[in-house]
């Protein structure tokens, strides 16, 4: 959390300290209240690009779940505030069971949830989610042997709470944001006579259990970043 010293709690001194609640590095909040309602959600940004860098180069999707007494609640309000502004979010009965969603241009790291429905609240949640990581090795596009290892690392100036990597032939592997990890042997796929194209994605994501919902509530923020690299043949097949 950002603190400013002196004359903490006078304007002159929050003028002098500046930021806000929403800049990166504010640091997360586990708001508060009525501890009636279960609070599920997900912030997650995706690339448009491969390999993206810039928080324009994503969009950002939000999922939220809320129960009261383990029936969804329908009604009420659902918003999420970052940097980028206020995203109220509607309810969609058809998805998993019903979500409250709604979509975001960018992706602004800090996100604020708040949920009132009646008298029942969960407000002021605050996740500081994880700054852009941009790979490192491999190469975009590199033509790669998919019987032997692969390296893969990635550049973030921050550790996320969790990490997890994907592929065309690995499910999805929960590993530790330490910037490197080192892909099996089979992990791409490949064909016989031609070369195959593999997307390797890697997501980070920072998490938050919020004070005044129910036990089994979280709100957490994640980021997606993609290459492709090329598998050769592999005549053994």
């Given at each position: 959390?950002?603190?400013?010293f002196?004359?903490?709690?006078?304007?002159?001194?929050?003028?002098?300290?500046?930021?806000?609640?929403?800049?990166?590095?504010?640091?997360?909040?586990?708001?508060?209240?009525?501890?009636?309602?279960?609070?599920?959600?997900?912030?997650?940004?995706?690339?448009?690009?491969?390999?993206?860098?810039?928080?324009?180069?994503?969009?950002?999707?939000?999922?939220?779940?809320?129960?009261?007494?383990?029936?969804?609640?329908?009604?009420?309000?659902?918003e999420?505030?970052?940097?980028?502004?206020?995203?109220?979010?509607?309810?969609?009965?058809?998805?998993?069971g019903?979500?409250?969603?709604?979509?975001?241009?960018g992706?602004?790291?800090?996100?604020?949830?708040?949920?009132?429905?009646?008298?029942?609240?969960?407000?002021?949640?605050?996740?500081d989610?994880?700054?852009?990581?941009?790979?490192?090795?491999?190469?975009?596009?590199?033509?790669?042997?998919?019987?032997?290892?692969?390296?893969?690392?990635?550049?973030?100036?921050?550790?996320?709470?969790?990490?997890?990597?994907?592929?065309?032939?690995?499910?999805?592997?929960?590993?530790?944001?330490?910037?490197?990890?080192?892909?099996?042997?089979?992990?791409?796929?490949?064909?016989?006579d031609?070369?195959?194209?593999?997307?390797?994605?890697l997501?980070?994501?920072?998490?938050?259990?919020?004070?005044?919902?129910?036990?089994?509530?979280?709100?957490?923020?994640?980021?997606?970043?993609?290459i492709?690299?090329?598998?050769?043949?592999?005549?053994?097949?």
């Amino acid at each position: 959390m950002k603190r400013c010293f002196g004359l903490l709690f006078s304007i002159a001194a929050a003028g002098a300290c500046g930021g806000s609640d929403l800049d990166p590095g504010a640091g997360s909040d586990p708001g508060e209240g009525t501890s009636t309602l279960l609070v599920d959600g997900n912030v997650t940004a995706r690339p448009r690009l491969v390999n993206a860098r810039a928080r324009g180069e994503f969009d950002t999707e939000i999922r939220v779940r809320v129960s009261l007494n383990q029936l969804p609640v329908t009604a009420g309000t659902v918003e999420v505030t970052s940097a980028g502004g206020t995203v109220a979010l509607a309810f969609d009965p058809t998805s998993e069971g019903g979500r409250w969603v709604g979509t975001a241009a960018g992706y602004d790291e800090v996100y604020i949830l708040d949920v009132r429905s009646g008298e029942d609240f969960v407000e002021g949640v605050r996740v500081d989610g994880p700054d852009i990581h941009v790979f490192t090795a491999p190469t975009a596009g590199l033509t790669v042997d998919s019987t032997q290892p692969l390296r893969v690392t990635w550049d973030a100036d921050q550790t996320a709470d969790s990490a997890s990597i994907d592929t065309e032939e690995l499910d999805r592997v929960s590993i530790t944001d330490t910037g490197e990890y080192m892909l099996a042997a089979g992990a791409l796929k490949a064909e016989k006579d031609k070369a195959h194209e593999n997307t390797l994605e890697l997501v980070r994501t920072n998490r938050v259990t919020p004070a005044g919902a129910v036990g089994g509530s979280e709100l957490s923020v994640g980021i997606e970043n993609r290459i492709q690299v090329v598998a050769q043949p592999n005549p053994a097949l």
